[in-house]
């Protein structure tokens, strides 16, 4: 059974910083590609950034600058460094692993953000 659990949210004052982990396990296959989206109260689904295995990463304009995605060694984690966090990042956020040609595709749970003063 594959799962994707993420965890390190929580309340967070503005202009502060939280670090989001995303552990893959099972048999999940080759991994091509972590993704990081995340979804506020009443909008839709928003991508915010990917690493791929090769190690390059791409981001939201929204968050660029102020997040950072990366991996552990073994590659089965992936974390979300946000910093100068704003009321405007809160959201439940979720990890998704593509693996190698698009084959398949998990999502996690997800894992509240809420960045209020």
């Known amino acids: 059974q594959v799962q994707l659990v993420e965890s390190g949210g929580g309340l967070v004052q503005p202009g502060g910083s939280l670090r989001l982990s995303c552990a893959a396990s099972g048999s999940i296959g080759v991994i091509a590609t972590m993704n990081w989206y995340r979804q506020a109260p009443g909008k839709q689904r928003h991508w915010v950034a990917t690493?791929?295995?090769?190690?390059?990463?791409t981001y939201a304009d929204s968050v660029k600058g102020r997040f950072t995605i990366s991996r552990d060694n073994a590659k089965t984690t992936a974390y979300l460094q946000m910093n100068s966090l704003n009321p405007e990042d809160t959201a439940i956020y979720y990890c998704n692993v593509i693996t190698v040609r698009g084959i398949n595709s998990y999502w996690g749970q997800g894992t509240q953000v809420t960045v209020s003063s």
């Open positions: 690493i791929t295995s090769g190690g390059p990463t």
